[in-house]
T-cell receptor
């Protein structure tokens, strides 16, 4: 059973470009979570999605960030018009829809904005 | 809303010494509790989980944690630290409905040879 897949593993973007981060959950998992981690800092929750639904986006910046989890295909975290402050590691996690809801993490995408 | 507090953002132990990483949660209803480990430049890996089946939970790599409802704690321990245990450790709590998942701020463990 493949784990959570994220790609690309490393992404370099110039200021003003768009960044698209993809996450394929574990087989059988219907919940996807995105987190951001800055160097020497903990995990910051961004958004929680189920198929075709955003359940909780309370951690998402109001502008430039969006996320989706379509019926088919991976979940996408999209950052428009990136700025240097967006440089971070972005982690995706997935879980099943039953207790105890433990999350399994992907290896992360390290975004560098130049 | 639930929250998780990890006391001590940095912990150093000598190789072979006891490892104790502290975690306290706030919840009126016993939640589900987890410990994760993160090695440099990697994602988080589940170490162990508490699901109310047993208060003492054994995980991978020799770690264990004890759920103490009276103290609202879920501290992580390992009898003898190895150099390979050096990593960041995160405590987390999930609500009974699974709609909310909270991570602590993490504890960086250093193992001194």
């Amino acid at each position: 059973n493949a784990g959570v897949m994220q790609n690309p593993r490393h992404l370099v973007r110039r200021r003003g470009q768009e960044a698209r981060l993809r996450c394929s959950p574990m087989k059988g998992h219907s919940h996807v979570y995105w987190y951001r981690q800055l160097p020497e800092e903990g995990l910051k929750f961004m958004v929680y999605l189920q198929k075709e639904n955003i359940i909780d986006e309370s951690g998402m910046p109001k502008e430039r960030f969006s996320a989706e989890f379509p019926k088919e295909g991976p979940s996408i975290l999209r950052i428009q018009q990136v700025v240097r402050g967006d440089s971070a590691a972005y982690f995706c996690a997935s879980s099943v829809d039953r207790p105890p809801y433990e999350q399994y993490f992907g290896p992360g995408t390290r975004l560098t904005v130049t | 809303a639930q929250s998780v507090t990890q006391l001590g953002s940095h912990v150093s132990v000598s190789e072979g010494a006891l490892v104790l990483l502290r975690c306290n949660y706030s919840s009126s209803v016993p939640p589900y509790l987890f410990w994760y480990v993160q090695y440099p430049n990697q994602g988080l890996q589940l170490l162990l989980k508490y699901t109310s089946a047993a208060t003492l939970v054994k995980g991978i790599n020799g770690f264990e944690a004890e759920f103490k409802k009276s103290e609202t704690s879920f501290h992580l321990t390992k009898p003898s630290a190895h150099m390979s245990d050096a990593a960041e450790y995160f405590c987390a709590v999930s609500s009974n409905t699974g709609n909310q998942f909270y991570f602590g701020t993490g504890t960086s463990l250093t193992v001194i040879p």
